[in-house]
């Protein structure tokens, strides 16, 4: 059964603390997201990165970087927690190529910043 | 315009009803077409795919694009409560990287006993 792992589900931070979610996927993905989810917003993308080392800039890249070190591993980084970044982030990631390609998601992580 | 729009309910219906769940999207290179079903709490998780316009029937889902008037349906026959939860339309392409997916709001179902 295809995963992609969220290691912390619920996080409580404080302003201007630094922030590491993680993300963890087993099915040997090219292709990595980070999210968020808000109320009446939808889903925003974050980043995403198409390969070791490559990221590129989603639609709301402001205040978060993110790291790729090893294919099956990729992190959002807060630098300075701000009470605007509370939300719930979801972390995705899908096949590069041809064919049908489906996008499988972790179950969230949600962060309150105090 | 908003690249995928849906309402975003809440939508109540008594169970055993057939729910119509709608999206429409703007752009007409989008070539497929999905729903995800997402429970509160938890991630999205794929239910329907579809390439292409006409239906596809999946049990009681069935999945109806219509890419000339750039319209998405999900029909949901004999609704249970475990229906219950936001659907989000998820158009995609193909692109550089593989498929690039965009998302709808989502339309909170909820379905009672």
């Known amino acids: 059964d295809v995963k992609v792992t969220q290691s912390s589900r619920y996080l409580v931070k404080r302003t201007g603390e630094k922030v590491f979610l993680e993300c963890v996927q087993d099915?040997?993905?090219?292709?990595m997201f980070w999210y968020r989810q808000d109320p009446g917003l939808g889903l925003r993308l974050i980043y995403f990165?198409?390969?070791?080392?490559?990221?590129e800039k989603g639609d709301i890249p402001e205040g978060y970087s993110v790291s790729r070190e090893k294919k099956e591993r990729f992190s959002l980084i807060l630098e300075s927690a701000s009470t605007n970044q509370t939300s719930m982030y979801l972390c995705?990631?899908?096949?590069?190529?041809?064919?049908?390609?489906?996008?499988?998601f972790g179950e969230g992580s949600w962060l309150t910043v105090v | 315009q908003k690249e995928v729009e849906q309402d975003p309910g809440p939508l109540s219906v008594p169970e055993g009803a057939i729910v119509s769940l709608n999206c429409t999207y703007s752009?007409?290179?989008?070539?497929?077409f999905m729903w995800y079903r997402q429970y509160s709490r938890k991630g999205p998780e794929l239910l329907m795919y579809?390439?292409?316009?006409g239906n596809k029937e999946d049990g009681r889902f069935t999945a109806q694009v219509d890419k000339s008037s750039k319209y998405i349906s999900l029909f949901i026959r004999d609704s249970q409560p475990s229906d219950s939860a936001t659907y989000l339309c998820?158009?995609?392409?193909?692109?550089?990287?593989?498929?690039?997916?965009?998302f709808g709001p989502g339309t909170r179902l909820s379905v009672l006993p």
């Open positions: 752009n007409s290179a989008f070539q497929y």
């Open positions: 998820a158009p995609s392409l193909r692109d550089n990287y593989g498929q690039n997916f965009v």
């Open positions: 995705a990631s899908t096949r590069s190529g041809g064919g049908r390609n489906t996008i499988y």
């Open positions: 990165s198409y390969d070791v080392k490559m990221k």
């Open positions: 579809t390439y292409s316009s």
């Open positions: 099915m040997d993905h090219e292709n």
